[in-house]
């Protein structure tokens, strides 16, 4: 049954522990030639460790097989499709790795003295200015290092504005559809949250808004396209609705596939937004990190930004800590360098034609999942839609399984699962972002197991996954009382 995907050959592995035996060497190291030094002799006692009691002892074959044999348990981008919505998996261009790994940006320094760090500079500097003109933005910040933070960076930067002109503002409305780091980005900065519910349509409509917008608000926090594909087409009303009362219009620019070259949040009434190069610039993710969310503002809010900022003078480049209103620092140093040149890299390689064409080719993709699979999958809001459409299981439920079985069973035929459960507003959402670096052959097969699983046997697909490595954990249990052996028995 595996002629979509493949499921590969898995091997077994057991902890590096175990594969341990006494006198076996990775590596030898050569005999010293400067005498009988012993340890005791150059470093303090407290410093040194005594014998570390279990540990293993491996030759070089059994480690490379160790790691390698695990890191194929995985599942990446570099194996295949990864429609995980709201995430933006595409894949990444290896160029940007050899690029990252040059000497002058891998080796450099952040104490190494500005005269002797241009190149990098002159990196951010740029990239600052491609995210402004790529968002519409007059100034950036490459500091956040990830979405999240870049969020709690812009409702900082704003609060921070009110308390400036003696009148602090403490809430914020945020639409139903968000991502739920928006209402707790807006917590951690010590404003409040108002939710507003989106219309029928999937789109927030300008009355919601109206209706809750005064004096004492901050402002919006706003998706565009939202979580749901959809683009927000009120944006500009809602922006006026929002400005009229001296709030600030805050996007989460998370995905920009859609927007990328096409449109620019700054001409819609945006203020402030944050873009996360690992999502859209290519950078890789998952795993944990390192991201990057730099954050571009308007004019009125650039005085905030974090320390310390770029700076060019007579074709020098410097940092600038003097900046008496800023928020201050949001992490160490100056953002995840290493993601930076990633993003300049992928930038420059794609140009202002090629991210058009890669924003043009995500929402194609996108719409051809769509109307490809509304056939087999309730389409909740079926309406053109941007980088990414929406599902659910109401057709499946019926049958008896769910989107929960749905995704595992994928699985058994070689994808990754798309986002499921979210955004909240669809019951038992299955969210799919195909992104522009799949090509028909993928999204073909990847429409073809969907639809072979809508039909199958509901019995089959409850007891999916089939042909993985473990079948289905309790999920909440794996969190709090992780096995980290590999038990074949168990499986
Ligand atoms: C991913 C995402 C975020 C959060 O970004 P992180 O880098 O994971 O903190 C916020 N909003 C949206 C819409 C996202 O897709």
Same mark, same amino acid.
């Given at each position: 049954?595996?002629?979509?995907?493949?499921?590969?050959?898995?091997?077994?592995?057991?902890?590096?522990?175990?594969?341990?035996?006494?006198?076996?060497?990775?590596?030898?190291?050569?005999?010293?030639?400067?005498?009988?030094?012993?340890?005791?002799?150059?470093?303090?006692?407290?410093?040194?460790?005594?014998?570390?009691?279990?540990?293993?002892?491996?030759?070089?074959?059994?480690?490379?097989?160790?790691?390698?044999?695990?890191?194929?348990?995985?599942?990446?981008?570099?194996?295949?499709?990864?429609?995980?919505?709201?995430?933006?998996?595409?894949?990444?261009?290896?160029?940007?790795?050899?690029?990252?790994?040059?000497?002058?940006?891998?080796?450099?320094?952040?104490?190494?003295?500005?005269?002797?760090?241009?190149?990098?500079?002159?990196?951010?500097?740029?990239?600052?200015?491609?995210?402004?003109?790529?968002?519409?933005?007059?100034?950036?910040?490459?500091?956040?290092?990830?979405?999240?933070?870049?969020?709690? /960076?812009?409702?900082?930067?704003?609060?921070?504005?009110?308390?400036?002109?003696?009148?602090?503002?403490?809430?914020?409305?945020?639409?139903?559809?968000?991502?739920?780091?928006?209402?707790?980005?807006?917590?951690?900065?010590?404003?409040?949250?108002?939710?507003?519910?989106?219309?029928?349509?999937?789109?927030?409509?300008?009355?919601?808004?109206?209706?809750?917008?005064?004096?004492?608000?901050?402002?919006?926090?706003?998706?565009?396209?939202?979580?749901?594909?959809?683009?927000?087409?009120?944006?500009?009303?809602?922006?006026?609705?929002?400005?009229?009362?001296?709030?600030?219009?805050? /996007?989460?620019?998370?995905?920009?596939?859609?927007?990328?070259?096409?449109?620019?949040?700054?001409?819609?009434?945006?203020?402030?937004?944050?873009?996360?190069?690992?999502?859209?610039?290519?950078?890789?993710?998952?795993?944990?990190?390192?991201?990057?969310?730099?954050?571009?503002?308007?004019?009125?809010?650039?005085?905030?930004?974090?320390?310390?900022?770029?700076?060019?003078?007579?074709?020098?480049?410097?940092?600038?800590?003097?900046?008496?209103?800023?928020?201050?620092?949001?992490?160490?140093?100056?953002?995840?360098?290493?993601?930076?040149?990633?993003?300049?890299?992928?930038?420059?390689?794609?140009?202002?034609?090629?991210?058009?064409?890669?924003?043009?080719?995500?929402?194609?993709?996108?719409?051809?999942?769509?109307?490809?699979?509304?056939?087999?999958?309730?389409?909740?809001?079926?309406?053109?839609?941007?980088?990414? /459409?929406?599902?659910?299981?109401?057709?499946?439920?019926?049958?008896?399984?769910?989107?929960?079985?749905?995704?595992?069973?994928?699985?058994?035929?070689?994808?990754?699962?798309?986002?499921?459960?979210?955004?909240?507003?669809?019951?038992?959402?299955?969210?799919?972002?195909?992104?522009?670096?799949?090509?028909?052959?993928?999204?073909?097969?990847?429409?073809?197991?969907?639809?072979?699983?809508?039909?199958?046997?509901?019995?089959?697909?409850?007891?999916?996954?089939?042909?993985?490595?473990?079948?289905?954990?309790?999920?909440?249990?794996?969190?709090?009382?992780?096995?980290?052996?590999?038990?074949?028995?168990?499986?």
């Amino acid at each position: 049954m595996n002629t979509i995907g493949t499921t590969g050959l898995v091997m077994n592995e057991p902890l590096i522990f175990e594969r341990s035996s006494e006198g076996k060497r990775g590596i030898e190291v050569p005999k010293s030639d400067v005498g009988d030094i012993k340890p005791e002799d150059v470093i303090p006692a407290d410093l040194l460790r005594a014998d570390i009691e279990g540990f293993p002892e491996v030759s070089e074959v059994d480690v490379v097989r160790h790691f390698t044999r695990m890191s194929q348990w995985n599942y990446g981008v570099d194996t295949g499709m990864y429609p995980l919505g709201s995430c933006t998996m595409k894949y990444n261009p290896k160029v940007n790795e050899d690029i990252a790994r040059l000497p002058g940006f891998s080796r450099i320094h952040p104490y190494q003295p500005e005269e002797l760090s241009q190149g990098a500079l002159q990196l951010m500097y740029e990239l600052e200015q491609y995210l402004a003109e790529i968002s519409g933005m007059d100034a950036v910040t490459l500091q956040p290092a990830a979405g999240a933070q870049g969020e709690l /960076c812009g409702m900082l930067m704003i609060s921070a504005y009110f308390a400036s002109k003696g009148r602090p503002r403490k809430k914020v409305i945020i639409p139903d559809t968000a991502h739920g780091t928006n209402p707790a980005s807006v917590t951690l900065a010590g404003l409040t949250a108002i939710p507003v519910k989106s219309g029928s349509e999937g789109a927030l409509t300008p009355e919601a808004v109206k209706a809750v917008m005064d004096e004492d608000t901050a402002g919006i926090m706003i998706t565009n396209p939202n979580t749901l594909g959809l683009f927000e087409r009120h944006i500009k009303e809602i922006a006026d609705i929002v400005h009229e009362k001296g709030g600030f219009v805050y /996007c989460d620019g998370a995905n920009m596939n859609a927007l990328l070259g096409a449109a620019k949040l700054g001409d819609m009434g945006v203020d402030v937004v944050h873009m996360n190069l690992h999502k859209t610039f290519s950078t890789p993710h998952g795993g944990g990190g390192p991201g990057s969310g730099p954050v571009g503002v308007k004019k009125e809010l650039e005085p905030f930004l974090p320390v310390p900022r770029v700076i060019k003078k007579d074709e020098t480049y410097s940092m600038d800590y003097k900046r008496p209103d800023s928020i201050g620092r949001l992490r160490a140093f100056y953002g995840n360098f290493g993601v930076l040149v990633r993003a300049y890299a992928y930038i420059r390689a794609m140009g202002a034609e090629g991210l058009k064409k890669a924003a043009q080719m995500a929402v194609l993709n996108a719409n051809y999942v769509k109307e490809n699979l509304k056939s087999h999958y309730h389409l909740p809001f079926d309406q053109p839609c941007m980088h990414e /459409c929406v599902f659910s299981d109401k057709l499946q439920f019926e049958k008896g399984f769910s989107t929960m079985d749905i995704a595992k069973r994928l699985m058994d035929y070689g994808f990754h699962p798309p986002t499921t459960y979210f955004p909240l507003v669809v019951h038992d959402a299955i969210m799919i972002e195909p992104t522009e670096t799949e090509d028909k052959g993928t999204l073909d097969s990847f429409i073809d197991a969907m639809k072979r699983i809508a039909e199958e046997d509901p019995e089959l697909v409850k007891g999916a996954p089939y042909n993985t490595k473990t079948k289905r954990l309790d999920e909440a249990k794996a969190a709090r009382n992780p096995v980290l052996k590999w038990e074949k028995a168990e499986n």
